[in-house]
């Protein structure tokens, strides 16, 4: 599986993105699939989650109520909508791909989010 995560950018605080991780390859729809987010001198931190079927959903703590994860299984998109952005979920953002949760075996490149204050 290759992905490519999109829809990054800059926004004020309080606003919203949805970023998007198109998956290219191999099948897609039997793989679980994971946003994780690097700041800057920070190691990288799971975000969300979601099965490959899409009933099931994990978040991180700080996120929960403000994002939500989805996907589109025939257009082969996972989706991380985001709203009530703060400055500190400024970071690269990353999709991954794998067998199950929590086992990803497949990163695509990041995308970069900004949120000034």
């Known amino acids: 599986v290759q992905l490519q995560a999109s829809g990054g950018g800059l926004v004020q605080a309080g606003g919203s993105l949805r970023l998007s991780c198109a998956a290219s390859?191999?099948?897609?729809?039997?793989?679980?699939t994971g946003w994780f987010r690097q700041a800057p001198g920070k190691e990288r931190e799971f975000v969300a989650a979601?099965?490959?079927?899409?009933?099931?959903?994990y978040y991180a703590d700080f996120v929960k109520g403000r994002f939500t994860i989805s996907r589109d299984n025939p257009k082969k998109l996972v989706y991380l909508q985001m709203i009530s952005l703060k400055s500190e979920d400024t970071a690269v953002y990353y999709c991954?791909?794998?067998?199950?949760?929590?086992?990803?075996?497949?990163w695509g490149q990041g995308t970069q989010v900004t949120v000034s204050s």
């Open positions: 979601i099965s490959w079927s899409g009933g099931t959903t």
């Open positions: 991954a791909a794998g067998p199950r949760l929590g086992k990803y075996e497949h």
């Open positions: 390859g191999r099948t897609f729809s039997n793989v679980a």
